[in-house]
């Protein structure tokens, strides 16, 4: 990675949810962190979260230089997997917290995925009614989405995320260098998400992932700083203009509606990025079905992911009966018990509905339609009926 | 009740915990609920959450009039007491609120005293990453006290209100009428913080509560509408001022931190506005030792509680042990390991560290000394000392 790589992002985040705070990227950042975090945010203890598995990865290394440099640090953590990130996890590190003798001087660093930012940020946020969060994603989908924009929240029986704040970390930090241990299957979910990205808000950066799909797909340094770098533009662009997700911010769930559907009905089993793929595709096609998404955008969105080696077609089984459907309505964007979906009007254009809305009704029918074509072979001229 | 004790007061809330919103009183108000309400928040379901207590004397009530309303609203009710302050509580009105169909297009009202307020603060705040609130205090403690501000929370094993968030409500309602079946010993829980706000901000408040001592003790209502307006005018300041209790905010914790350590070692059987009788002495006590207080402060603070009914000594074995001094160092008013206090200047008067602070820290041995003096009858002449 060359130098220029280097970069930071200041999020402008609206005052109601904590204001706005700065993304660093530079690769080995995870050495200097004393420095870097001392100068955004003043506590006197420091309780890294993480899970085992990222604690044994890159945790030690970490807690060494926070050590070194005076500052008192430790470590909380616990098994890794959606199936942690509970009321019950986040009460026991409430209470090892308190236990440990935390007090209003402490902050939290949430070191790893998606699940320990959302974990670890809820309990910042909740912690003797709040406490600084320095958020340091380490997988690829949390450096781009989930570390961006405050979001915090645990899963109940009912589904997941339906508990949490939304509350803006201090500061973020990104090492791509955490990214060489990263599972394949976890790259590409993290892929999904920057295509969502171009989707919804800039077709030049979905051509630029196509064309530089082998470069992407190798982890080189500078493909991957690019592909952050973008990505984090775009979302902190959206959360800026819409903190509390009440506007263009829903945009950030294209394709979300369907892919949470098939997360549920597969038992979550489906990993999320592959689930957002398909998502993205059924719902580009119920765009073009009812006349809001520009024909041909979804065979678009198939090259990009296809590109990027992300699934494009559903399993037969969830077209074919009415599970999906069912799913998609404990969805939270249900409003008025309607299904609200974020469409597009075309690749790097969102849609809106006919009364300036973010967020668009669509009828059951359409839904299964979209549904069924998509998990069937599809050829150009069925997509344009 | 005369009309002119109808009144609205702004809180001028930061933005940061949910901005400005105001307070509404008049006899009655409840009836008129569902206009009132519809004003302030755009929802499309009502979750009402009370104790069985509450429930039973004016859920039904405010039921009615919000459904003849044609509002789509239902109750939420659990057991009564600070016990039920917990996680638990909290997990499973979350979930019944899930499983009654609750999405983001719902609103919370909390009906009851401070248990219900902070712990249903805390549900609106976290339910699907927050909805709006309104606080319908019914006690009078909660109606100046805890409804005013936005702190949310819920008690753990290791203490009080050790999770929650600041999270302003969109509205409070205070119907005075509600008063008159409390419970006596909840009434003067209430003047304890009337006094406290006097204590802090407005020496001739307090005059006033000692003038209009019988009045007050006899609930009249031009002398209670008086005293929880003041009230309100007083703590809505010190919020405006501070929402995040970075600053002013935190002389709302006078007579607080020894009240807390008074209740622990109590095992919560000492009521709260008992405890913070108490506590003030003892502090008041504190600042005259250090030389902080304007000697006299404490005897003046004496003859105010006692004119309203409070005590004013401690039971001579808390002041004989280190309990409640060990007790003090698990308040979240600990800060880099020392127990700082927020203390009076004089009556009506904060007091500043050297360095500008709002809290002071104090040495062991003059908590002490002020815990024993306050725990035995002191004359005139010992106290000057």
């Known amino acids: 990675m060359s130098a220029e790589n280097a970069f930071r992002i200041d999020v402008d985040a609206s005052p109601e949810t904590g204001g706005p705070y700065p993304v660093l990227l530079r690769q080995g950042i995870l050495g200097s962190l004393p420095a870097v975090v001392q100068q955004s945010v003043a506590a006197h203890r420091w309780a890294v979260v993480a899970d085992h598995t990222v604690a044994r990865l890159h945790g030690e290394r970490l807690l060494d230089a926070m050590r070194e440099a005076g500052l008192e640090t430790q470590l909380f953590a616990f098994p890794p997997g959606e199936a942690q990130k509970t009321r019950a996890t986040w009460a026991v590190l409430t209470d090892e917290l308190l236990e440990r003798g935390y007090g209003r001087d402490s902050a939290v660093v949430t070191l790893g995925g998606g699940v320990v930012g959302d974990l670890g940020g809820f309990l910042a946020a909740t912690f003797l009614r709040g406490v600084p969060c320095v958020q340091i994603p380490t997988t690829l989908l949390a450096m781009i989405d989930a570390a961006i924009g405050g ?28 990214l060489a241990t990263l599972p394949d299957v976890e790259f590409r979910n993290g892929l999904a998400e920057a295509v969502k990205h171009g989707a919804i808000a ?134 008025a018990s309607r299904v609200r979906y974020a469409l597009i009007a075309e690749s790097g254009r969102p849609a809106r509905s006919a009364d300036g809305d973010w967020t668009i009704a669509v009828a059951d029918a359409d839904v299964l339609r979209a549904a069924k074509l998509g998990s069937t072979t599809i050829s150009r001229d069925e997509t344009d009926i």
Chains 1, 2 share one sequence.
């Not at 929240?153 to 930090?173: E, F, S």
């Not at 950066?205 to 982890?219: F, G, K, N, S």
Request: charge should be neutral; charged fraction near 25%; hydrophobic fraction near 45%.
């Open 151 to 178: 979001k915090t929240g645990i899963d109940v029986p009912a589904g997941k995320n339906l508990v949490g704040v939304i509350r803006q970390p201090r500061l973020v930090l990104v090492d791509p260098d955490v």
């Open 202 to 335: 800039d077709a030049s950066y979905l051509d630029w992932m196509v064309e530089q799909r082998q470069a992407i797909l190798a982890r080189d340094a500078d493909a991957v700083a690019g592909l952050i770098r973008r990505s984090i533009e775009i979302k902190a662009g959206m959360v800026a203009a819409d903190a509390a997700e009440a506007g263009p911010r829903a945009l950030l769930n294209f394709g979300h509606t369907i892919a949470h559907a098939i997360e549920r009905v597969s038992g979550f089993v489906v990993p999320h990025g592959q689930a957002v793929a398909m998502g993205m595709v059924v719902e580009a096609r119920i765009g073009e079905m009812i006349g809001v998404t520009r024909g041909g955008t979804a065979d678009r969105l198939c090259a990009a992911l296809e590109a990027v080696g992300l699934p494009t077609t559903l399993p037969g089984r969830y077209g074919e009966t009415g599970d999906l459907l069912e799913a998609t309505r404990s969805d939270k964007k249900v409003r």
